[in-house]
């Protein structure tokens, strides 16, 4: 008989269960020390078979992470791209305006000098800019304002060291004009639109029976001694209205959008009567026009030196001179900025 | 018998959760250690043969996701295994207060071994992983496996 306060007396699932205790801690002691090789094939097969849905879900979410930071990437990328070729087309239009300007001052002369033209953006003042050259450099009252593809504008108001003026779009604007065969004589003015955009340009007192035809240019005549003759204004676009049997007017497309002007020359010193021989008749164009056909310029130059460069590693072949495949240019089929194909 | 199916059944579920929220998701420290949980719960319904034997189950599994200290958390959470199931003959009850005690020391007990066993090399501070990290995690254990214990109705029923 057991004393009265000994403890219970252990049975046999007691036993079992401290054996059992015993014999896990030993085993995972026995695991500690096992050699690397059984430890790494332990561990393997656990992950092989119960831990493997885990690791499974950490993989798809680790891909997911990657994946998603690749498009991060990705998209990083293109708005940099993006970023570099807006910068780029606007960069390339500027070169290209001011590459037309130093050759339009090349055959104007010591006459017209160059200016920036910037627009006060105030009620009121739309049709109006600001020159940063002024009587200091010889503008005056009057001075026509032209850029590449015709005539923008005329100074109203000169000061020391800037000058105002309106362009085509004002109210005030005219111009005595002729067609470019001169053929037919007219006064060029502004008629107002519902919306600046609407804004045009007509060409009126025109002979009733005198045949003017569609695209014909439009240049200043140099009558009433405001603007040297010969300066593109626009093209003909069609009769605009017909009095009684004496008279036409016609809607001119513009040769120069005023909006999109930033750089000028401007007329400084003595009036020249004459510009014709600055823009001959063939190179009176819109600024879409000219840039279309630069780049089709463009295009047929690299056609040429494809076709050079083939013709060029024919002959190296008929000679037997290794070939130089970097010879052939490739053609780039991108237009320019703003142009579409 | 009722208790005791909803207790293995809980352990499994917390088992599977804490391998979900560890390695699948891995969020690590964030997500409290449930294995420990699981054990601590299991152990007050097995013998102490039994315990030892989840304990090293469990902590098996978690070696198979260790590289250098293979056998360090199956020893450990064979002891706590053991430990968690000697306290029912000792402590009967289910006093929050009881609670509280039994899962932040299980889970204290439970870094301290791995300390222990780690040895040197590969053990870090004993202030940052056993004494802030062990006591904070078994506060956290604590918190889970009591809510846990409320929600599914193991609190009101004595496991006993």
Known sequence: MPPPYAPEPEGTGGRRQKAMAVVFVLLSLVAMYLPDSGQQQ???????TALRPFIAVQDRLVSSRLRAQEVSTVQAQMDSLAGLMATQASLA??????????????????????????RSGTPGSESMFILDVGQADGVQEGAPVVDRHGLVGVVREVRQQSAMGIDWTHPDFRASAMLADGTAFGLVETQRGAFREEDVLVLNGTAFYEAVPEGMPVLTSGMGG????????????????????WRKSYWLRPMVHPASVTHVLVGVGERIQDLSHVWPPDSAMTRDQAILWEYHMADSLRALTDSVAAMRAHLDELMGIPADSSAVAKADPTPPPGVMP | MRARTVVYVVAAVLVVLHFFLHVGLGIGGAAP????????????????????????????????????????????????????????????GDSLAFLVSYFVLGKFTRDLLAWVVMGAVL??????????????????????????????????????
């Open chain 1, 42 to 48: 332990i561990a393997g097969l656990l992950r092989a």
């Open chain 2, 123 to 160: 053990r870090g501070p004993f202030v940052a992983q056993v004494l802030v990290e062990g006591l904070l995690g078994g506060v956290y254990a604590a918190v889970v496996g009591i809510a846990l214990m409320a929600v599914t109705g193991l609190w009101r029923e004595s496991p006993r």
């Open chain 1, 226 to 245: 405001v603007f040297p003759r010969g300066i593109p204004i626009g093209s003909v676009a069609g009769v605009a209205d017909a009095e009684g049997r």
């Open chain 2, 33 to 92: 250690d449930l294995l420990v949980v699981a054990l601590l719960l299991v152990s007050r319904e097995v013998g102490i043969g039994g315990a030892a034997g989840v304990g090293f189950a469990l902590g098996l599994l978690e070696d198979a996701l260790s590289v250098l200290a293979f056998g360090v958390n199956s020893a450990a959470m064979a002891l706590v295994g053991l430990a968690g199931g000697t306290t029912r003959d000792l402590f009967v």
């Open chain 1, 93 to 118: 239009d500027e070169n290209r305006t001011l590459r037309n300007l130093l050759d339009l001052s090349s055959r104007l002369g010591p006459s017209f000098r160059g200016a920036s033209l910037l």
